[in-house]
């Protein structure tokens, strides 16, 4: 457990350090306006960006509404265009230029793996 624990805790700073502050407040909890969309759209971020505890917290924290989750994450299955509009828009909000350019980096090379035509956020798990 202390393995998951620690896995979880890298993963939040990391991820945590690319948000924007609106962002930050959605996933801290703290932003009473964050609605179901803002909790697909960094779900599947962070699934693109390799952080599966991420999304499994996130998870964890709409478990009372997860068949609407669920519900909204398989209507973007086949909607390739959809993540990459929300990963464009995260990654231009990172303010740090040289970590702006390692995802842009990244994001490329991962769009050049992905199977466009029949993507699914599933198969990011």
């Known amino acids: 457990m202390d393995n998951l624990q620690k896995k979880f805790q890298e993963e939040a700073m990391q991820f945590l350090n690319l948000c924007s502050k ?14 179901m ?10 699934l693109v960006f390799g952080y599966k505890q991420i999304f499994l917290k ?3 924290t709409v478990e009372d509404n997860m068949e609407e989750f669920l519900a909204r994450h398989d209507a973007i299955d ?3 265009h959809q993540i990459a509009l929300w990963v464009d828009e995260f990654i231009a909000g990172i303010e740090i230029a040289p970590i702006r350019d390692l ?17 699914s956020v599933k198969s990011m798990l």
């Open 22 to 35: 609106t962002d930050i407040r959605i996933l801290v909890g703290k932003f009473k306006k964050a609605k």
């Open 37 to 46: 969309p803002d909790y697909v759209r960094l779900s599947c971020i962070a």
């Open 58 to 60: 996130i998870a964890q």
């Open 78 to 80: 086949g909607n390739f």
């Open 103 to 119: 995802c842009l980096d990244f994001w490329a090379e991962r769009k050049a793996e992905l199977d466009k035509p029949n993507f």
